[in-house]
Every structure is written in structure tokens, then in C-alpha cells.
């Protein structure tokens, strides 16, 4: 069973700090990759997809991956109380047309 | 720009009632997926259709089928609820290769 693994959080961050968000996978072929916010009560939205070995920047938000160590994170920048929500790593199964979510890390931004 | 629409919204089953989770997309796009979610347990595929005419089984098939109706539409069903299956269903779909998924906004399903 391909697996994908996040710390479950929650990871509590002051306001106009830099998040970290980590998130491991099992299948070491996997070429896709996906970050989505999900608000309470709410359907996941994207914020990123990265391809390619290292760093892919969109606004305050940067994505990591380094494939050689089945390893892609999400960083936000100057976090705002907004940014909290559930961040879903996302990855694509190598073997089939399907896509592997971890079960989530729960942001709080505080003021 | 309706996207992907699931209906419907809210749905309350009594144990071994049976209903269609309905999902259309108009995106044109080929394949489509059912999710539930679980208080802590993230996103879990349940079944899956990578293009029109296929369906395959995800990480927890049982207790539903799916029809690819077409293109556009993909439906779940149970055909005898269980409590277990309260949850929170997701649609979504996506076009062919390394695209990222579309979601619909849900529907949630309670089972007494």
C-alpha cells in the first residue's frame, strides 16, 4: 500500500511567520506532486503542483521536492490568519490514475 | 463555471437504505474519482474512473459501485448503508496525465 505521511499537527505559527509544512511518500517513482488548503467544513482547494527536483515558488507559498528523499514541503511566507486551515500533501500513484492524499496538517496562524 | 457539481448536499440514510451519490463535471475532463473523508483520516479514494468506459477500485471499495455514466458523470451508490459509511464524499476530477484534481463541494452523508 503506497503511503503518504504528514504530522497531523496542529502546527501553530505567529502572524507574518514562516509555515513549514512536511510531507513524506512511499512510492519512489511517483513524478507528481500536490499541496491543497482545505478550510473547515469546506472542499480542498490546490495552492501548488511541483514536477521537479527542487523549488517552485508562487506568491508567499513555496514548494519543495526532493525526490531523492521522497520529501516535498510547502513553506508560507509572512503567514496571515487566513492561511489557517488543513494542508494536504498529494501525490500521484505511479502504477495508476490515481492520486495518494496524506490525512493532513491542521495550520493555526496566531495573532 | 459550474465545474464539478455533486448533489447531494446533505443526506441522512437509515441502516440499509440505499442511495446515488450524484457527480457531473463540465470541464471535458477524463478521468473522475469518489473520496470520503473522515475526521482525521485525510482523503481516501474509493473508486475511480481514468477515462470513460473504466472504473477501478481505490483503498476502501467496499460497500459501493460506481457507474461512468458517461463523460460527464460519474455516480456512487450504496446499496445498503451502514453506519460505517457516515462520512463526507468528495468528487473530483481531472484531466489525463500529471494534472492536479477538481473537486466538488461535497456531500455529506449521515447513517443512523
Known amino acids: 500500500q503506497k503511503e503518504v505521511e504528514q504530522n497531523s499537527g496542529p502546527l501553530s505559527v505567529p502572524e507574518g511567520a514562516i509555515a513549514s509544512l512536511n510531507c513524506t511518500y512511499s512510492?519512489?517513482?511517483?513524478?507528481?506532486f500536490f499541496w491543497y488548503r482545505q478550510y473547515s467544513g469546506k472542499s480542498p482547494e490546490l495552492i501548488m503542483s511541483?514536477?521537479?527536483?527542487g523549488d517552485k515558488e508562487d506568491g508567499r507559498f513555496t514548494a519543495q521536492l526532493n525526490k531523492a528523499s521522497q520529501y516535498v514541503s510547502l513553506l508560507i511566507r509572512d503567514s496571515q490568519p487566513s492561511d489557517s486551515a488543513t494542508y494536504l500533501c498529494a501525490v500521484e500513484d505511479s502504477s495508476a490514475s490515481k492520486i495518494i492524499f496524506g490525512s493532513g496538517t491542521r495550520l493555526s496562524i496566531r495573532p | 463555471n459550474a465545474g464539478v457539481t455533486q448533489t447531494p448536499k446533505f443526506q441522512v440514510l437509515k441502516t440499509g437504505q440505499s442511495m446515488t451519490l450524484q457527480c457531473a463535471q463540465d470541464m471535458n475532463h477524463n478521468s473522475m474519482y469518489w473520496y470520503r473523508q473522515d475526521p482525521g483520516m485525510g482523503l481516501r479514494l474509493i473508486y475511480y474512473?481514468?477515462?470513460?468506459?473504466?472504473?477501478d477500485k481505490g483503498e476502501v471499495p467496499n460497500g459501493y459501485n460506481v457507474s461512468r455514466l458517461n463523460k460527464r458523470e460519474f455516480s456512487l451508490r450504496l446499496e445498503s448503508a451502514a453506519p460505517s459509511q457516515t462520512s463526507v464524499y468528495f468528487c473530483?476530477?481531472?484531466?489525463?496525465?500529471?494534472?492536479?484534481?477538481?473537486f466538488g463541494n461535497g456531500t455529506r452523508l449521515t447513517v443512523t
Open positions: 474512473s481514468a477515462s470513460e468506459g473504466t472504473t
Open positions: 511541483i514536477y521537479s527536483n
Open positions: 473530483a476530477s481531472r484531466d489525463s496525465g500529471d494534472s492536479p484534481l477538481h
Open positions: 512510492d519512489r517513482v511517483s513524478q507528481s
